[in-house]
């Protein structure tokens, strides 16, 4: 039951969307599939397929388990991109998915970035609105820019994000010494 389960969660048409599983205690039915109109999946997403296939025939669970995680990995930073794609950017949207991209991989610097990055846009927003939230959106992007630096300390995107989200919180200082990083992490 559960090889089936797992077989038809990863193996769904790429224009539909996983969610999560729905069941408790290690149960893997597939959740509700909810129909996107994407079409978009990663390109490394086929070669994954065919791996996690073999590692379950082959009992390799844990292996199975982090092919599974990298396939919901890449599908929530695609269906997140797609909405900060557009014309204007959704980042609410965006953030619903960046965040089961981060609990789906809490190591991913790709996740963390573009976290810290929605959430400067969400920020961006609330202060151009006067909605409020502002101080909390930019806590957030510092916070996503924090971990990604630490997990990939040579990547100058995280750099910039942070040096953007401290020029924004008025610590001048550390927003130049964040950008003095990144710019000599782009000179390497």
Avoid at 132 to 145: I, K, P, T, V
């Amino acid at each position: 039951m559960v090889l089936s389960n797992l077989l038809q969660l990863t193996l769904a048409p790429p224009g539909l969307l996983l969610f999560a599983c729905a069941g408790t205690g290690g149960d893997l039915s597939p959740a509700p599939v909810v129909e996107q109109n994407s079409q978009v999946i990663a390109p490394s997403e086929p070669l994954r397929r065919e791996q996690l296939i073999e590692a379950v025939e082959l009992e390799q669970y844990e292996q199975a388990h982090e092919l599974l995680e990298a396939i919901l990995l890449d599908r929530y930073l695609l269906q997140a991109g797609e909405f900060l794609a557009v014309t204007p950017p959704n980042p609410q949207d965006a953030m619903l998915w960046l965040d089961r991209a981060v609990s789906v991989g809490p190591r991913s610097p790709e996740a963390l970035i573009m976290r810290g990055d929605c959430s400067l846009l969400l920020a961006q927003h609330a202060i151009e609105t006067g909605g409020g939230f502002a101080e909390g959106y930019l806590q957030d992007a510092l916070d996503s820019f924090s971990a990604a630096k630490r997990l990939a300390a040579t990547d100058p995107r995280a750099w910039l994000g942070a040096s953007r989200t401290e020029f924004m919180m008025f610590s001048f200082d550390a927003a130049l010494a964040n950008a003095q990083k990144a710019i000599e992490l782009l000179g390497d």
